[in-house]
């Protein structure tokens, strides 16, 4: 998982240029997706369902699930087959890191938002796009990119909650529509021996040794251990034990945490899971360091950001989803997480992949909204609705997968 950004945040407003879009849109079809994120095909289903809700009183917004890196791009492959052009919200940390990456996401029509709180610019924006009809919303609800294809984490409200307060502003003349989408990647060759030398890599550079035998699962169990002590170790943290390894990585992030906590003087709510912790402590964190008044903390700040994106990195793995079904995607995408977790960047791919994009029946928001006219319980219901339908989509897809990723099992 990639590190957050702590630069003070800056909204960057869409900047539409249509024959520029189009052009980006071919490159993104015949270069990027197939050459650097190595999707080299792509099934799209159900967009027939969509075809009701392309006149003037609908508007859509479209929630998909985030398994990698190469979702914004296969989206708009999607999106470009059924002849939508969309727009895109993305966390603000992405403008930030190449020039050209935010000239051409601008010129796409991207806008960003600041995922650390509040973002009333970024929600103007999203209403104004929604309302003028003419580009649909993508928002990506998990927030993150997590590199666990078969498991949708829990999606954050802010989607729902910006559909919902649209489809009240715009009815009853306009009706407001969300997409769940599901969105799957699956190995076309065996890719063990590229991500198997990932893994000496990663083993070398924390010191695994010999860890774990030969076996490639219990391999990357021991590799993934010896990261985790090592980064414990050189917080002057001690590392939990035992054979339980969902357990061992709970206790691990909220060994973390507590320290954290302790230093930042927040207090760890009953109600709060791991990761909701993490995001408490990286609002705390990002304020501190945007406050000129504690310019004294900035120091202890960047620590603190560190310690922040360890524990989020630990409590991001489940500790039991390779084992629970090895097959080669799962393994090696974890091999890829924990690559990127080490190192703090993304990895190529390990081979060619294919992309499954599965648009799933339209949620009428407006209806929900009105049968629910408390926004809270409103916006949760959405959130549930949509949540629920992609992981039921990923499981799907899974099921009818007929290519190596989904067939091969790593022992």
């Given amino acids: 998982m990639l590190d957050f950004s702590d630069k003070p945040y800056r909204f960057f407003p869409p900047r539409r240029f249509a024959p520029a879009a189009w052009l980006l849109t071919q490159l993104n079809r015949w270069a990027r997706l197939p050459r650097t994120k190595r999707v080299v095909s792509l099934d799209v289903t159900g967009g027939g369902r969509l075809d009701p809700l ?3 009183a609908h508007r859509v917004i479209f929630l998909p699930n985030h398994p990698s890196h190469a979702d914004p791009e296969i989206m708009l492959e999607a999106l470009r087959r059924v002849g939508i052009a969309p727009r ?8 930030l890191r190449a020039l050209h990456h935010r000239w051409a996401m601008q010129l796409m029509g991207a806008f960003s938002v600041d995922r650390e709180g509040s973002d009333p610019r970024a929600m103007r924006e999203a209403g104004k796009t929604i309302a003028a009809g003419r580009y649909p919303l993508v928002l990506f609800p998990e927030g993150n990119v997590y590199l666990q294809n078969d498991v949708v984490t829990p999606f954050h409200d802010g989607a729902a909650f910006v559909a919902l307060k649209a489809a009240k502003e715009l009815a009853p003349a306009v009706r407001v529509w969300a997409v769940p989408v599901s969105i799957k990647l699956t190995h076309l060759a065996d890719a063990r021996p590229e991500a198997q030398a990932k ?3 990663v083993a070398r550079a924390v010191e695994a040794g010999q860890e774990g035998g030969p076996g490639a699962l219990e391999r990357l169990r021991a590799v993934g251990l ?7 170790k050189h917080r002057g943290l001690p ?3 035992g054979a339980d390894l969902p357990a061992v990585i709970r206790a691990a992030a909220g060994t973390v945490l507590d320290d954290l906590e302790r230093k930042l003087g927040v207090e760890a709510r009953p109600k709060d899971d791991l990761l909701e912790r993490v995001r408490r402590a990286r609002r705390t964190i990002h304020q501190i360091r945007l406050d000129e008044a504690r310019a004294a903390d900035a120091a202890a700040a960047v620590v603190w950001a560190d310690a922040a994106m360890l524990a989020f990195r630990i409590a991001s793995y489940g500790g039991d989803y390779v084992a629970r079904n090895p097959t080669l995607d799962r393994w090696a995408e974890t091999v890829e997480k924990l690559a990127e977790d080490v190192f703090g960047r993304p990895w190529a791919p390990f081979g060619p ?12 928001v407006t209806a929900a909204g009105e049968e629910a006219p408390k926004l809270r319980a409103a916006v949760a219901a959405c959130t549930e609705r949509v949540e629920g339908a992609a992981q039921a989509g ?3 897809l899974n099921a009818e997968n007929p290519h190596p990723g989904g067939r091969i099992r790593v022992g």
Avoid: K
């Fill in 226 to 232: 010896a990261a985790l002590r090592r980064n414990l």
């Fill in 88 to 95: 895109f919200m993305a966390a603000y940390d992405i403008f």
């Fill in 394 to 396: 990923v499981d799907a």
């Fill in 353 to 364: 992949r294919h992309a499954f994009v599965a648009f799933h029946e339209p949620i009428d």
């Fill in 54 to 56: 392309r006149g003037p």
């Fill in 239 to 241: 590392a939990p034990e």
């Fill in 199 to 201: 893994l000496d890599e």
